[in-house]
C-alpha cells in the first residue's frame, strides 16, 4: 500500500461557549497515535441529542461541565491511516474503516466490561466529553475498541448506526419483547426512534406503536411501525391500550429526552411489562407518574436503564445496516453548519438524523 498523507493541521468543531448553542471551526494539530491507538481520518460524524445535552451543559448528572475548546461527536467513521505501537495483533490496518462509538474507550476489567455491559464501563471514555470526538477530520481511537464497518455500508449510513443504532437495538433486547409483541416508541420520529422502529419491525418480528408529534407520523409509518399517535396524546396511556385489545404494550422504549414521556410510560404497559430508559432528560429530574412503589408492585413492572449497547451489538446492528432490514433517514450537512443543526435539534425539527460530512 502506497504511502498515506498525512497533514499537519485538520479542521475540527469545538464548543466554543458551553452551555450555549455555539460551535466554532477551528485549526488544531494532527496527533501521533500512543502505544495501542490508531489514527483516523473521518469523513463523517453523526449528530446525536447527547451532543447537545453536552454542549449546553445541561445533564447534571456528568461530573464536570463542558470545558471551552472541547471537540464533541461520537459517531465518527473513516479510515485508519497510521497505527501506532503495540497495535501489529489488534485485528485492525492501515486503510480499514472503522467507526467510533460513545464510548470510545474501555478499561475491559471492571464488572459492566466482564458482564458485557462494556458501554457503562466503569472507567470508559466519552467521545466529545472526556476525549476528543468526532466533529473533527482527524482522531485517535484505541485499537482494540473501534468498530469495524462492514462492506457495502456506505459511511453516511453507517455514522448514525454506531450510537442511534446500537442504543436502540441493545434497548430492544433488554425490553424482553419477543417476536409478535406489542413495543412502544416513544420518540419514534426522531434519530434513535424511526430506527428502533426498522429494528424492532423487520429485524424482531415485533408489532410496533409510534408515538411522536405529528409531521413525523409518514416517517414513523415509512420505518416499520404498524400505528402512530400523535402528540399530545389523549387520556393516560393515548390510545396504547385501545389498539393493543386493552391489555397495553409488552415494552416501552422512552427514545426522547422529554420527562413527559417518562410520564406516561408506565401507563401503556400491560401486566408485567417493560420500560426501557434511553433518553437523558436535561436539567433537574421530574417524578414520574404511574412508576411508584404501589403500582409497579401490583402489575409486577420492569424498568430497565441503557445507555448504549456493547462491542458485539455494534457488529450486530450494522450487520442489519449491511442486509438492507435498517434504512437510516438522515441528511448530509458540512461540518461549517454544525450550531445550525443543534439549533433546528433545540427547536424539534428535526427528522431522522443529520449527518456531518466532514471533507
Known amino acids: 500500500m502506497a504511502d498515506i498523507q498525512i497533514p499537519k493541521t485538520y479542521k475540527a468543531a469545538v464548543y466554543d461557549k458551553p452551555g450555549t448553542i455555539s460551535t ?35 445533564w447534571l448528572h456528568l461530573p464536570f461541565p463542558t470545558k471551552p475548546g472541547q471537540v464533541g461527536g461520537h459517531e465518527g467513521v ?32 471492571c464488572p459492566p466490561c466482564l458482564s458485557g455491559y462494556d458501554g457503562q464501563c466503569f472507567a470508559g471514555k466519552v467521545s466529545g466529553y472526556y ?13 482494540h475498541y473501534v468498530t469495524p464497518i462492514p462492506d457495502g455500508v456506505d459511511s453516511i449510513q453507517a455514522a448514525p448506526m454506531l450510537c442511534a443504532g446500537v442504543t436502540t437495538y441493545a434497548a ?21 426512534g424511526h ?4 429494528i424492532a419491525a423487520r429485524g424482531m418480528a415485533m408489532r410496533v406503536i409510534g408515538v411522536d408529534a405529528a409531521p413525523k407520523r ?26 393493543t385489545g386493552g391489555l397495553g404494550a409488552h415494552a416501552v422504549l422512552v427514545l426522547t429526552a422529554a420527562n413527559a414521556a417518562y410520564g406516561s410510560a408506565c401507563d401503556m ?15 433537574e429530574p421530574m417524578p414520574v407518574r404511574g412508576c411508584v412503589p404501589q403500582y409497579m408492585i401490583a402489575r409486577a413492572l420492569h424498568v430497565v436503564g441503557v445507555a448504549v449497547g456493547n462491542r458485539r451489538e ?32 433545540h427547536s424539534q425539527q428535526l427528522q431522522g438524523r443529520v449527518v456531518m460530512d466532514l471533507s
Open 218 to 243: 409518514q416517517l414513523v409509518l415509512d420505518s416499520g411501525a404498524e400505528h402512530f399517535i400523535a402528540l399530545p396524546a389523549p387520556g393516560g396511556n393515548g390510545g396504547v391500550k385501545e389498539l
Open 131 to 143: 476525549t476528543p470526538g468526532t466533529f473533527q477530520q482527524y482522531v485517535l481511537g484505541p485499537a
Open 269 to 283: 404497559l400491560r401486566f408485567g411489562g417493560t420500560v426501557v430508559c434511553v433518553g437523558v432528560p436535561e436539567g
Open 172 to 192: 430492544l433486547r433488554k425490553s424482553n419483547a419477543q417476536s409478535g409483541q406489542w413495543v412502544v416508541m416513544l420518540g419514534a420520529g426522531g434519530g434513535l
Open 24 to 58: 466554532k471551526i477551528e485549526t488544531l494539530e494532527t496527533p501521533e497515535p500512543g502505544p495501542g491507538q490508531v489514527l483516523i481520518n473521518l469523513t463523517h460524524s453523526g449528530v446525536c441529542h447527547s451532543d447537545f445535552g453536552i454542549m449546553t451543559s445541561k
Open 78 to 109: 473513516g479510515k485508519i491511516v497510521k497505527m501506532g505501537p503495540g497495535t501489529e495483533n489488534s485485528g485492525v490496518k492501515v486503510g480499514q474503516r472503522v467507526g467510533v462509538k460513545w464510548v470510545a474507550d474501555v478499561c475491559s476489567s
Open 314 to 345: 455494534a457488529i450486530e446492528c450494522l450487520e442489519l445496516c449491511q442486509r438492507g432490514v435498517v434504512k437510516v433517514h438522515c441528511r448530509t450537512e458540512p461540518l461549517e453548519n454544525l450550531t445550525k443543526v443543534f439549533e433546528e435539534m
Open 195 to 198: 430506527i428502533a422502529c426498522q
